[in-house]
């Protein structure tokens, strides 16, 4: 018997990148649509439902994207690993003009070391800061962990010694593991996450943060622009990219339980961190989780919760203070958000018109602010020369820098925190905070 990848699921749409070529997708998006089975797989009968032009456009655009990404996936990598390196390079001898005089008196340059704490991702040069607002108090409970929050999301780009060094040294809280996740899809560990105690403030709180999407790596641009979906009945349709980057099984989808088939099995995300926080609810009556994460790592703050109710996780699900998600992408349709209990969607058609110019406006205004902040906010509003360009190439981008996490640490730090008062009564919930 052969088995598919998709037979957990009885509806649903795969598309199939390794298969196609620049000819078969110029006769797909022609108006009879060659090649569908090719290009995409559905259960039987249901092809002839994806005939509309838009419905083709979508499967165009999905699928010329991943075969572009996987075509450069390896200049991507060697061009994270480069600016990485120089980005350190400067950092680690202090700043242009301090490695400029270094090298005109001939003094000995220092060489970045991966292992150091002080070793920075591409993403972590866009944003300096590593402290929490001390001037935000713990008794302020909804600002203080969206602070920590956000700032959790910006660090789970960084390494483990990074991570470390920040949590447990400068926050003074405990943290509790740092993982590489299996993708079972793509056959390597692409996804990224850890969790701490919030030892500082509240003991019983376990934060877990996912990672977000690395600006050059391939892997991760795969994920989001997959716009493959399954339907997994009384859920929804869902995403199936952020499925996949979760620990979603393949030919078995979700099932409740793992058999690992040999001692050195990888790791999948949900699997492995549902596990330990069941470890934690067990052995203590009073802990409470919050799940967060930036851009792709908020789609899989929010898928994690889903696939916990799925599999009726009560002890788990009771135990979730809330998600704070930041640059959240659509992880599913409306029965998905239905099931989740999403009351509205801000925005919903980024790519229309009427939105496109106040986008462009806002993109000046934000360049503007970069340079003016620091002056009246203080030195931790300073940008990084590295922030300053990506917001001149958000010029031509709109939207692009305010989905960078700087903006978002910024918001959290000076905004006003709209939460609503059935919140604010009931104490814990799950919710995007609204600045």
Same mark, same amino acid.
């Given at each position: 018997?052969?088995?598919?990848?998709?037979?957990?699921?009885?509806?649903?749409?795969?598309?199939?990148?390794?298969?196609?070529?620049?000819?078969?997708?110029?006769?797909?998006?022609?108006? $009879?649509?060659?090649?569908?089975?090719?290009? *995409?797989?559905?259960?039987?009968?249901?092809?002839?439902?994806?005939?509309?032009?838009?419905?083709?456009? @979508?499967?165009? =655009?999905?699928?010329?994207?991943?075969?572009?990404?996987?075509?450069?996936?390896?200049?991507?990598?060697?061009?994270?690993?480069?600016?990485?390196?120089?980005?350190?390079?400067?950092?680690?001898?202090?700043?242009?003009?301090?490695?400029?005089?270094?090298? +005109?008196?001939?003094? #000995?340059?220092?060489?970045?070391?991966?292992?150091?704490?002080?070793?920075?991702?591409?993403?972590?040069?866009?944003?300096?800061?590593?402290?929490?607002?001390?001037?935000?108090?713990?008794?302020?409970?909804?600002?203080?962990?969206?602070?920590?929050?956000?700032?959790?999301?910006?660090?789970?780009?960084?390494?483990?010694?990074? =991570?470390?060094?920040?949590?447990?040294?400068?926050?003074? *809280?405990?943290?509790?593991?740092?993982?590489? $996740?299996?993708?079972?899809?793509?056959?390597?560990?692409?996804?990224?996450?850890? *969790? $701490?105690? #919030?030892?500082?403030?509240?003991?019983?709180?376990? +934060?877990?943060?996912?990672?977000?999407?690395?600006?050059?790596?391939?892997?991760?641009?795969? =994920?989001?622009?997959?716009?493959?979906?399954?339907?997994?009945?009384?859920?929804?349709?869902?995403?199936?990219?952020?499925?996949?980057?979760?620990?979603?099984?393949?030919?078995?989808?979700?099932?409740?339980?793992?058999?690992?088939?040999?001692?050195?099995?990888?790791?999948?995300?949900?699997?492995?961190?549902?596990?330990?926080?069941?470890? @934690?609810?067990?052995?203590?009556?009073?802990?409470?989780?919050?799940?967060?994460?930036?851009?792709?790592? /908020?789609?899989?703050?929010?898928? $994690?919760? /889903?696939?916990?109710?799925?599999?009726?996780?009560?002890? +788990?699900?009771?135990?979730?203070? /809330?998600?704070?998600?930041?640059?959240?992408?659509?992880?599913?349709?409306?029965?998905?958000?239905?099931? *989740?209990?999403?009351?509205?969607?801000?925005?919903?058609?980024?790519?229309?018109?009427?939105?496109?110019?106040?986008?462009?406006?806002?993109?000046?205004?934000?360049?503007?602010?970069?340079?003016?902040?620091?002056? +009246?906010?203080?030195?931790?509003?300073?940008?990084?020369?590295?922030?300053?360009?990506?917001?001149?190439?958000?010029?031509?981008?709109?939207?692009?820098? /305010?989905?960078?996490? #700087?903006?978002?640490?910024?918001?959290?730090?000076?905004?006003?925190?709209?939460?609503?008062?059935?919140?604010?009564?009931?104490?814990?919930?799950?919710?995007?905070?609204?600045?």
């Amino acid at each position: 018997m052969v088995w598919k990848e998709h037979e957990f699921s009885k509806n649903y749409v795969i598309l199939k990148p390794h298969n196609a070529n620049v000819f078969d997708l110029i006769l797909f998006i022609l108006p $009879f649509g060659f090649k569908k089975r090719k290009l *995409m797989d559905c259960p039987d009968g249901k092809e002839d439902s994806y005939r509309s032009f838009a419905d083709r456009l @979508i499967i165009f =655009v999905s699928l010329l994207l991943q075969i572009l990404i996987l075509t450069i996936a390896i200049p991507l990598a060697n061009l994270d690993a480069f600016l990485q390196k120089l980005f350190n390079f400067i950092s680690f001898n202090g700043t242009i003009p301090q490695l400029f005089f270094k090298f +005109v008196r001939g003094e #000995t340059l220092v060489q970045p070391n991966k292992s150091s704490p002080d070793y920075t991702s591409v993403v972590g040069f866009t944003d300096w800061r590593r402290d929490l607002d001390n001037s935000i108090s713990p008794d302020d409970t909804f600002r203080y962990y969206s602070v920590l929050t956000v700032m959790a999301s910006k660090l789970s780009y960084e390494s483990l010694p990074f =991570v470390q060094s920040v949590v447990n040294d400068r926050w003074k *809280m405990k943290l509790l593991g740092y993982y590489n $996740f299996w993708n079972d899809f793509q056959s390597r560990a692409t996804t990224q996450a850890f *969790m $701490f105690q #919030t030892t500082a403030s509240d003991p019983n709180i376990t +934060v877990v943060a996912f990672r977000g999407t690395t600006p050059l790596d391939a892997y991760d641009w795969q =994920v989001n622009v997959d716009f493959s979906w399954y339907d997994i009945h009384g859920v929804g349709r869902i995403h199936s990219g952020f499925m996949k980057a979760l620990g979603l099984q393949k030919r078995k989808g979700w099932p409740k339980e793992l058999t690992p088939t040999t001692t050195s099995a990888p790791q999948f995300a949900y699997y492995t961190l549902r596990q330990k926080l069941i470890d @934690i609810a067990k052995t203590n009556a009073n802990a409470r989780f919050i799940l967060t994460g930036h851009s792709l790592g /908020a789609a899989l703050a929010v898928l $994690f919760v /889903a696939i916990l109710a799925l599999h009726d996780e009560s002890l +788990v699900l009771e135990k979730i203070k /809330a998600i704070y998600s930041y640059g959240q992408p659509r992880v599913g349709d409306r029965h998905f958000a239905e099931f *989740m209990i999403v009351k509205g969607q801000p925005n919903k058609n980024y790519f229309s018109l009427l939105w496109l110019i106040p986008k462009y406006l806002n993109a000046w205004l934000e360049l503007v602010r970069s340079f003016l902040i620091p002056f +009246v906010k203080g030195y931790d509003y300073y940008e990084s020369l590295a922030m300053k360009g990506v917001r001149f190439i958000g010029l031509l981008m709109p939207g692009l820098t /305010a989905h960078i996490p #700087t903006d978002y640490v910024n918001s959290t730090r000076l905004g006003k925190l709209n939460v609503p008062e059935e919140i604010l009564e009931d104490g814990d919930d799950c919710i995007e905070p609204d600045y």
